[in-house]
Every structure is written in structure tokens, then in C-alpha cells.
């Protein structure tokens, strides 16, 4: 209001209400009336309206004439429209009901050369919010999974491992002003309330510790997430591969995504008693390691829409290669099932999971395209066990998680599915059975559903003795369902793996040694015949 000499600057503090944006605003009009220049009884610079309460503050002399500041909200069944904003302080974020001030706001800065908008909030409670949209944002922008230029942002976090409540050396990572602002004492004094009293833990986090209290928590912590990204990890390398696919297919709002899942190699991970579920100290279990790459299609034309309404980059994120853009206004299912006979022809495909929506439009676009034969299997998405099925929506998600906790899975990098897994939501039954939520997520989750009926298939083979497919659903008639044996089949038959047949330190490289030579002994009964 004064020091960028704007010709009629408006300047606004907001809130959810009137009263909280006037929070922020009388303490403006604290600092403002100390400051003598701006004060001279006989020449002011600034005007206060109000009488027991301070309600605008203007600036007299030009060029900042008819500039002023004041508190604004947003009140229910007012549109609120007409603020002009040189600059906008929005308090307490967390607290808004929806993002109507903010939009208000930012729509209003186009009769500005250079407005400024800056948002101040606690953490929340709710990931459906206006609040939660603009963390995500932020945190995006400074890990550099979105180029904004015209965004900057500081969140104040702890890391996933720290115990706020137990170790006073991790405070001031949400607290960078403590002992400054805020006492250790005071901090101290909240964390033994917490101590004492479990129902007040949740605030207390949320308001001293900046961290997400509602009952939706990070399905896989970013920090495990990043460490298995691999810059390193190309469609290239995996060429000529063992593949196993998992399709899940849209038109119009959510994504279509088609992951692949490789073979790709070995590891020791520490064993597990079955028992305890505890590591048994000093062995460890040989187990399969997976490659995973996921591509994933929107359609372009209504693409501007959806990434106001999502509050999604989905545009930088089709000019940087990591998001497929189909021509018009739903997703071109041809387009996917040309890339997918594109992929069989590059990788060792062994089988495709997918989920029952639109496949039949889909197989009538892989035979309009001569598609060779590709196994697929359907893949259930509830929590219900199909007897004729070993594709279960619990195991494949537990799977997932498995794989990444035991560090045997390398993902290609990709933002569009980091923030697919970032935003996952699940329902979870009373017997830990997980099942996908996509109308309770905060990001659009489709590149993970694919990835995880993928994982599923990739590891139906893989002995889990431990998982909560076994507890419910180990097979009640002792045979396996047709998808195992197909797979088995598939990986177990007669074929030739000449990678594993080159690696002599890979467990199977006997089998496939005695293998080779068996069929080289039946050529030569042939030759001699």
C-alpha cells in the first residue's frame, strides 16, 4: 500500500469469516500507528475508519492515492465479486470451507501489473480442501514436480520418522521461529498435554507440528517413494523383458493407465517368522526383484478444465512426455490399444489384468487392429474372493506395499504416478482387506490401480505365505485358479530364458542350463531321425 507506490492499491486480509480476517488485519493496524511518519497529526499519510474498531486503513497523498486495506470474506450465498487486488493476505487456510475467497481473489488480480498472494495456514484435517489442494501445490513446486514460476513456498514439516511427543530435537523443523516467537517452554508444556491426554494428540499435531491428522494418511510415504525411483529405469532397458500388464480404462474425468511390471533380478531380504511376523535375526530369504513403468492417457481437448477443477499441471505434464494427450474430448481407446500391440511387440508380454470397465469397447479396438493374441485376466476390484480368481484387489495392494518396503521394486519416474500414489485412498474392512477408493481420493489414482493389478499378476506365483490373501482365500477345493496356472504355465514351460541361462549367479540358472541341454539333446534325436 505504500512502499510500491500502486495507484490505488486494495489491499485485503481474508478469511473464513469476517472476525479471522480481521485477526490479521488489526495487527496491521498495530504496526501502522506506531510509525510516526505515517501519523503526523497535521500531514497523515494514512486514514483509520472505524470508531472502537479500526475497519480500513487509506493512504491520502498521491501516487498512492485512494489505495486502502482491509479484512474481506467470503459469506455463504454472496458471490463476492468486484475486489480489484494489488495484494492479498489469506489467513488460516485450513479453516476456509472452500477455495471461494481465494478464486474471488485471483480472478480479480487481472487489473494488476503485479499482484501478490500470500497464504498463511496451519495443516488441516480435511484432503478434500481448498487447504490440502494448495500443500500439495506447494510441496510439488518446491520438490520441482511442477514448474511454477509463479509460485514460491516454504512448508514447514517433520520427517516420517520423527516423534514429536518424544524427541524435543525434531521441533524445530516445524517451528523454525522457536524460541524466537514461541518458547521451548511453552512447546514443552503443549507436548506434556498431549502425553497425558490422547485426545488431544490430533490438534496438537495439526497446530504445532504442521501434520495431517484425519484418518486418510499417506498410503506410501513420499521419502519410500522417491527411494524407488529410478532415473536410470527406460522402456529401452527393459526390452525383450518378461512383462505383466494391469489396463485400467476411462473416457472422460479420470485417467486410462496401462503399467508393465518386469522381472528384474534378485535380492536378500531379511526373513520373517511366520509366527511372530518378526525378523529372525541373521537370515534371509532370496526373493524376486520388479521393474515397473506406467503410461497414462487424458483426452486433450477438455484438458484446460480438468486441470482447473483438479488443480493439476496435466498440461506441463503432456508437454514433458510424462502424460499421453488423445485428440478430443474423451480418451482415444484405439490410440492405448495401438501402444499396447506396440509394447507385445517389445516386451516378453506374459498377460494383461484389467478391470471389467470398457474392455469390451477395448477388444473391439485390439481387433480392428489385427492384435495378436494377448492373454488377459480379468481383475477384480472389491474385497469379494472369486473362487475362479487369484486376482484379489487386498493381495495386489498388499503386494505393492511389500515390494516397496523390501526395496525389491525400481519405478520409472514419473509425476503423474507419484502423485497417483500420493492421493491414494482406501476403504479398508474390519480384516484389513484394502480396496481402492477413487471417488474419495484427492489425486486422480488411476496409474496406481494399474500399477497394483499389475504387481498382482506379476507376483501370483511368488510364495506370500504371510498376506492376508492366504488368511481368507487360500484355495478351498486345493487347486489352483486358472489364472495361476496360466501364468505358470507361461514362466514354467518350455521356453528359454537366455538371461538367466547367461547369469550364472541367478538361482535359477542350473534349471535353465538343464533345460537347454534337453532340448538340445531332442534336436539332435530329431537331426538323426
Not at 510516526?36 to 483509520?48: A, F, G, L, S
Not at 476403504?427 to 497394483?452: C, E, Q, Y
Amino acid at each position: 500500500m505504500i512502499a510500491d507506490k500502486e495507484p490505488g492499491a486494495q489491499i485485503y486480509s481474508c478469511g473464513a469469516t469476517y472476525d479471522q480476517a480481521s485477526i490479521l488485519f488489526q495487527d496491521a493496524v498495530k504496526m501502522a500507528q506506531v510509525v510516526e511518519d505515517w501519523n503526523d497529526p497535521d500531514d497523515p499519510m494514512i486514514t483509520y475508519s472505524g470508531n472502537a474498531k479500526v475497519y480500513n486503513m487509506a493512504v491520502l497523498p498521491p501516487p498512492q492515492a485512494h489505495s486502502f486495506f482491509r479484512p474481506i470474506s467470503r459469506m455463504k450465498g454472496k458471490t463476492g465479486s468486484g475486489p480489484r487486488p494489488h495484494m492479498a493476505l489469506c489467513d488460516e487456510l485450513h479453516e476456509h470451507p472452500d477455495g471461494g475467497v481465494v478464486e474471488m481473489l485471483e480472478r480479480g488480480f487481472k487489473f494488476r501489473r503485479q499482484p501478490l498472494l500470500i497464504m498463511i495456514t496451519n495443516s488441516g484435517s480435511d484432503r478434500r480442501s481448498v487447504c490440502w489442494a494448495e500443500h500439495e501445490h506447494a510441496i510439488a513446486v518446491a520438490q520441482g514436480d511442477v514448474e511454477d514460476d509463479r509460485t514460491f513456498s516454504y512448508v514447514c514439516a517433520l520427517d516420517d520418522e520423527d516423534k514429536p511427543f518424544e524427541d524435543p530435537s525434531c521441533w524445530k523443523k516445524a517451528n523454525p521461529l522457536l524460541g524466537v516467537t514461541i518458547t521451548e517452554e511453552y512447546l514443552r508444556g503443549v507436548v506434556q498435554q498431549a502425553q497425558q491426554i490422547a485426545g488431544k494428540q490430533n490438534n496438537i499435531l495439526r497446530l504445532h507440528f504442521c501434520q495431517w491428522t484425519d484418518s486418510a494418511k499417506a498410503w506410501i510415504s513420499r521419502k519410500k517413494w522417491m527411494s524407488c525411483e529410478d532415473p536410470n529405469l527406460t522402456r529401452e532397458q527393459m526390452r525383450g523383458r518378461r512383462a505383466y500388464g494391469g489396463l485400467d480404462l476411462s473416457q472422460v474425468k479420470d485417467l486410462t493407465a496401462k503399467a508393465w511390471v518386469f522381472e528384474d533380478g534378485f535380492k536378500d531380504v531379511p526373513a520373517i517368522d511366520p509366527a511372530t511376523r518378526e525378523v529372525i535375526p541373521g537370515q534371509t530369504v532370496r526373493k524376486p526383484c520388479y521393474a515397473l513403468i506406467v503410461d497414462s492417457y487424458t483426452p486433450l481437448e477438455t484438458l484446460a478444465a480438468r486441470e482447473e477443477a483438479d488443480r493439476t499441471p496435466y498440461k506441463q505434464w503432456v508437454d514433458n512426455g510424462y502424460l499421453i494427450g488423445t485428440p478430443g474430448p474423451v480418451i482415444r481407446l484405439d490410440i492405448v490399444a495401438a501402444d499396447l500391440i506396440e509394447d507385445n511387440r517389445n516386451f516378453d508380454v506374459v498377460a494383461v489384468a484389467y478391470d471389467q470397465y470398457l474392455i469390451r469397447e477395448f477388444a473391439v479396438e485390439l481387433d480392428a487392429l489385427n492384435a495378436p493374441a494377448i492373454k488377459f485376466f480379468d481383475h477384480p476390484q472389491g474385497i469379494n474372493y472369486r473362487k475362479e480368481s487369484d486376482l484379489f484387489m487386498p493381495r495386489s495392494v498388499e503386494m505393492f506395499e511389500t515390494l516397496i518396503l523390501e526395496g525389491r521394486l525400481r519405478v520409472n519416474v514419473n509425476p503423474v504416478l507419484r502423485t497417483a500414489v500420493a492421493g491414494a485412498v482406501f476403504w479398508i474392512s474390519p480384516a484389513g482387506l484394502k480396496r481402492f477408493m477413487k471417488d474419495k481420493a484427492t489425486n486422480r489414482i488411476d496409474p496406481a490401480v494399474a500399477a497394483a493389478m499389475a504387481i498382482g499378476l506379476a507376483t501370483l506365483n511368488e510364495p506370500d505365505e504371510n498376506s492376508v490373501w492366504n488368511k481368507i482365500g487360500q484355495r478351498e477345493r486345493g487347486e489352483q485358479a486358472d489364472q495361476t496356472k496360466a501364468v505358470a504355465e507361461l514362466v514354467n514351460g518350455d521356453e528359454i530364458d537366455y538371461q538367466i541361462l547367461n547369469d550364472r549367479s541367478h538361482p535359477l540358472h542350473e534349471a535353465m542350463v538343464k533345460r537347454w541341454n534337453e532340448q538340445q539333446e531332442l534336436t539332435d534325436d530329431d537331426d538323426d531321425d
